[in-house]
């Protein structure tokens, strides 16, 4: 489902103790929070492009704050100074119109089209920023341009990259939505593998807001009752959360009797 892409910059705090608050607030879907521990910070590219991901995170789970993400949209891109920092920052605007894409918010498919090229064009083929490109860039091919071949590439290469880099987190969304595409052409053991890892990085890295799509997409690759018992749980951690990622919603209903 397209709605079930989701945003990942692939990095976890370190000994900072901003960044430690940052990814607490954002791991539990608290992105205005974290993106307020970064305001004062956001004369400097890093912190502007890092608040502003945040807040486009969160339009892509809560389909609200559009109006938010572009104001620090523009800061991010007036901050840049770097052409990684200014293809970073393509790279969120090109995620922000995605997320308003698939969203059925606006069609901004030609925008996030134009921005993923831009940034494409700035961003070194060796820069760590390279492979969360690559990995919007599927989701783009796969939910937007419906052409899973194209996906699969951009995801592998993703995939690739983030390993190289360590960038654990972003392997959790390459694992998934290489897994997505598996389930659909009916490759049932690639599938379950690559929801299972997903999962599991999820969970070690305390990422509770990602926790439940991460279950949900592994119960479709399960059989009863399996499938059941990991559909209870995904919806028990959504209501904790108060419903988010808005769009899980639907797939958590359980089917009507016939």
Do not use: N
């Not at 880099?165 to 998934?176: A, D, G, K, Q, V």
Request: aromatic residues 6%.
């Amino acid at each position: 489902m397209a709605h079930t892409a989701m945003s990942g910059s692939g990095t976890t705090a370190g000994d900072d103790p901003l960044q430690t608050a940052v990814w607490r607030l954002r791991s539990r879907g608290c992105w205005t929070d974290a993106a307020a521990l970064l305001a004062p910070h956001a004369a400097d590219p890093a912190p502007a492009l890092q608040r502003a991901s945040l807040l486009v995170e969160r339009c892509l789970f809560t389909a609200k704050g559009w109006a938010e993400a572009e104001d620090a949209l523009r800061v991010a891109e007036a901050t840049a100074r770097e052409d990684d920092e200014r293809g970073a920052a393509a790279c969120e605007r090109g995620h922000l119109a995605y997320a308003s894409t698939v969203l059925h918010v606006r069609d901004r498919a030609d925008e996030a089209r134009a921005a993923l090229s831009r940034a494409a064009a700035l961003i070194h083929p060796s820069a760590p920023g390279r492979a969360l490109l690559d990995f919007r860039r599927g989701l783009f091919a796969e939910h937007v341009a419906d052409s899973p071949q194209s996906a699969r590439a951009a995801y592998r290469r993703a995939h690739a990259a983030a390993t190289a880099h360590e960038e654990t987190l972003l392997l959790s969304f390459t694992w998934r939505h290489l897994a997505g595409l598996a389930l659909r052409e009916g490759e049932l053991a690639e599938a379950r593998h690559g929801f299972g890892e997903s999962l599991r990085i999820r969970e070690e890295l305390g990422y509770l807001v990602g926790t439940a799509p991460a279950l949900a997409a592994l119960a479709d690759a399960e059989p009863e009752p399996e499938a059941a018992r990991l559909r209870a749980e995904a919806g028990r951690l959504f209501r904790l959360l108060g419903g988010v990622p808005t769009w899980l919603a639907d797939q958590l209903t359980p089917p009507a009797p016939v």
